[in-house]
Every structure is written in C-alpha cells, then in structure tokens.
C-alpha cells in the first residue's frame, strides 16, 4: 500500500551565498537550507556538465590508486541499498575497488536497465583524491577547524533515510539529488531499524521514503507533514543540521556529491553516541520505575542549561558538572574507563 497523504515542503533556500550570510542568517536557524549555485564555479562542475566520462577523467588525474569502498547489488534493487528480507543482513555486497574501475563502469553502464547498482560513498578526499580539494573548495563556508571532507560517486542510487552527529554541507558535482528531511523528534514516525545492524554505520529508517508502505508504517504519515525536501542540480549544496534524517536519492545515471561534516565543538568532546549506548548498557533495562527516576537526573542535569540547575554551586566547585574542558574530558574518560573494565558485581 502506497497512498500518499501529503507531500514534503520545499526547504527554504538562498542564492548568493558567502561565509557571512551562512553563519549569520543560515545556520542559526536550525533547519535545512538549499544554497543555489553555492559552488557553480568548481571546475569539477564543469567537467561533470561536459560529459559522465569527462567527469570521470578529470576525477582521476587526482586518484592516489588506493582501493575504495564500494557498494554493488544487481539492479534489481532499484538503487535502494537496505536490508534483506529477514533484516539480518544486506541486499548488497560491501567490498573494496580501485576508483579507477568503478568510474570506468559507471560510464560503461549508462543506458542499459541490467548494469549493477554501484555506490562508493564516504569516500575521504584527502586519502583517496587529494588535490580535489585545493581545485574545488567549499571550506569558505565552514569555520570548523575539524572537517571531514568526503565525495560520494555512483550511479541511480538511494541511500535510506538516517542522520549524521554533525554538521553537513552536502554539494551536488554531476547528476541530480533529491534529499527529503525529517527533524530528530520525528524519529518516533520513522521506524528505525537494528542500531547494532546498520548499512553503513548509522541506524536507518525501513520506511521506503519513494514508496511508502502506510499500512505497514502507518506513522510515516505524520513524518510527512514535518518533512523538507530539497531538489538539487551540479553547483547545489544543501546543509543538513545535525541529528536531522535525510533520504538521498541520485536521480541520474551518474552522480557525483561532495560533503562536508564538522562539529560546533572542541575535539576532546566525545560522540553523543558513546552515551546512548552506554545507557543500552546501563539505563535502558531497567524496571519502568528507575528508568523515569533517572530520567529526572538526566533533565536536570543534562538537558537543561547549566545556570539552572548549578546556580545554588559557586563556579569553582562545580566540578566534573561545570562547563567541559579538555582536563575534565580527560578525567571523564579515566573514570569511565575504570568503570567498564570492571565486572559487575
């Protein structure tokens, strides 16, 4: 069943964009943005606007000759790189292989229904390409000191919605990409899959956002109502705020995406996903009644602002609870090391 009962709203966008405006008006904000044209004049927009094997040419006059990652299934999957039946294992195979070929096949299957789905994503440029970046840079944008800059290079292809702990700034190279985008609270709509089993490292909704199933997931439906969707051309970027899930789908038979992720925080801050499972560890299993008292620990203390809940301490001797330093990250660490080392009693 695939009755639809409403569609996504276009996420707002803006031309013109310069580091300014970003940081001032766009970010902010909190919410996706669709940045036209933001990186129109990358020659590598050029040569994906030639031709898929002009693009694939001038991608490798920068490949290192490292093995990449690279997703493949037959094209029966209809580019959709998710689970099996059972959800105990993959529709996809994950191996290694020389950018090179991957390239040389995605041109070669241009026009023909029965070429494989092929899929290298998370592709790091500084290991895999560099230079591409000293050529084609939309770090302008992004004040972070820490950046992981990746390329994603494939064919019609579609990636389940999920979200990423940081910041992303994500621009279209060759091909068109369509990114449809949920806010975290509506994670209660999407039907998540396994945490321990996921496709590429971070849980994935088992709703088909192309063909949803309302019958089998019937609180898709509301998702929908909060869902953006952002529909992008060579020289679009969109940003995705953290913890936002976003559905990507490349439209085209050869696609090409390079992104951007970086944190608002200091490195010795760790991943918030560290403490999740720390909590399926220790919080999780619980009988309801701990489970809602250490829910009020965690409101007070975690979730709201430390001026609150600290006012009555005087800043000297608040401790591992005052504001995080790289001295009590560290401290942290040694005690949660200490902790789980040691068998339960």
């Known amino acids: 069943m695939t009755v639809m009962t409403s569609q996504p709203t276009p996420a707002a966008e803006w031309s013109a964009v310069d580091a300014g405006l970003f940081e001032r008006t766009i970010r902010p904000r909190g919410r996706p943005a669709i940045l036209r044209g933001v990186v129109q004049e990358w020659p590598a927009i050029a040569a994906g606007q030639t031709s898929p094997q002009a693009m694939s040419a001038y991608l490798k006059t920068f490949y290192s000759g490292h093995p990449a990652p690279l997703f493949e299934a037959p094209a029966a999957i209809n580019g959709r790189f998710f ?27 241009i026009g023909k229904p029965s070429a494989p789905c092929l899929y290298s994503g998370s592709v790091s440029l500084p290991i895999y390409l560099p230079g591409f970046s000293a050529a084609n840079n939309a770090r302008r944008l992004v004040f972070a000191e820490s950046v992981l800059e990746s390329i994603w290079i494939g064919n019609r292809t579609c990636i389940p919605a999920h ?16 990114f449809t985008m949920f806010p975290p609270d509506q994670i209660r709509n999407l039907y998540v899959g396994p945490l321990d089993l996921t496709p590429a490292g971070q849980p994935v909704s088992l709703v088909d956002i192309r063909h949803p199933d309302l019958a089998r997931f019937p609180r898709y439906a509301e998702a929908l109502t909060d869902a953006e969707v952002a529909e992008l051309g060579p020289g679009d970027a969109v940003y995705i705020p953290a913890l936002w899930w976003h559905h990507v789908e490349a439209l085209d038979e050869f696609n090409v995406l390079v992104n951007y992720w970086w944190r608002d925080v200091a490195d010795y801050f760790d991943s918030p996903s560290s403490s999740l499972l720390h909590c399926l560890l220790t919080i999780k299993s619980l009988p309801a009644d701990q489970r809602r008292r250490w829910q009020a620990l965690f409101e007070y203390l975690i979730f709201q602002p430390d001026e609150a809940a600290l006012l009555h301490l005087p800043p000297e001797t608040r401790g591992l609870f005052g504001e995080l330093t790289a001295d009590k990250a560290e401290r942290i660490r040694a005690i949660l090391l200490k902790n789980l080392s040691r068998k339960p009693s």
Do not use: I, M, P, Q
């Not at 689970?83 to 299957?109: I, M, P, Q, W």
């Not at 979200?163 to 369509?178: E, H, I, P, S």
């Open 163 to 178: 979200f990423d702990n940081t910041g992303n700034l994500a621009c279209v190279v060759a091909g068109r990409r369509r």
């Open 83 to 109: 689970y099996n039946e059972r959800l105990d294992g993959f529709n996809f195979e994950s191996k290694r292989a020389l950018l090179t070929d991957v390239l040389d096949r995605l041109c070669h299957g």
